[in-house]
């Protein structure tokens, strides 16, 4: 009788001890981190195919200019909010406006994470090595983050379509920039958020999707395997 009062009470603990586990949330690992000097790495994050629908709301968060970045696989159109990060905004047009971004390349693509570009050292293929490390900005170094976690902006986060400044650590912006795909939404918010592409997602998803030669720290972030061209960037001002 008490070798069956063991084995009905063993059979109780495992029953239970199944069920606590099948009610434990899965955290999502959302460690992730890039920087212009390729040592950053991404792991793993199990999430599902899901777009993001927030939409611009002029309201809440004003676009003062649009940029239209062309590259070798179609058009991209960004919103910029110039109120909310105006030192990055006004350093993103100087470049543009000065040729600085045309016939770079785009030269990171992490699948599924984001798309990177804005480095002048990509023009020259005898610099491959230094390709992530370049950069420059219109104030002749390195200037501040704009991340203000009271601002909507930073409430919504690297959301699909966000486009945010790349930089080597804190207050160490340049001139390189990225734009998200959806497991950014996972990013610590500091990497400075100045737009968000309101067309031309699928040209984004197009140059993701291209192979890539792998970094050593992730077989799904690394360089593509065939030069994607950012040919010129336009900014267009706000018609009021």
Known sequence: MRTLFIFFLLISLIFVCSCSRTKEKVKPNASATFDTNNKGYREAVPISKLKFDIQVNPDSIKITDYALLKTSFGEIKIALYGNYAPMTVKNFIGLARS??????????????FLIQMGDGTTRFPSKKNEWGKGGKSIYGGYFPDEINPNHLVYKIGYIYGTVAMANSGPNKN?????????????????YTIFGKVIEGMDVVEKISEQEIIPYKFDSLDGTPKKPIKLLKVEIIRKIK
Not at 99 to 112: D, S
Not at 174 to 189: G, H, M, P, T, V
């Open 174 to 190: 340049l001139s390189q920039f990225f734009i998200c795909l959806d497991e950014a939404q996972y990013l610590e918010k500091k």
């Open 99 to 112: 040729g600085y971004y045309n016939g770079t390349l785009i030269h990171r693509i992490a699948k599924n």
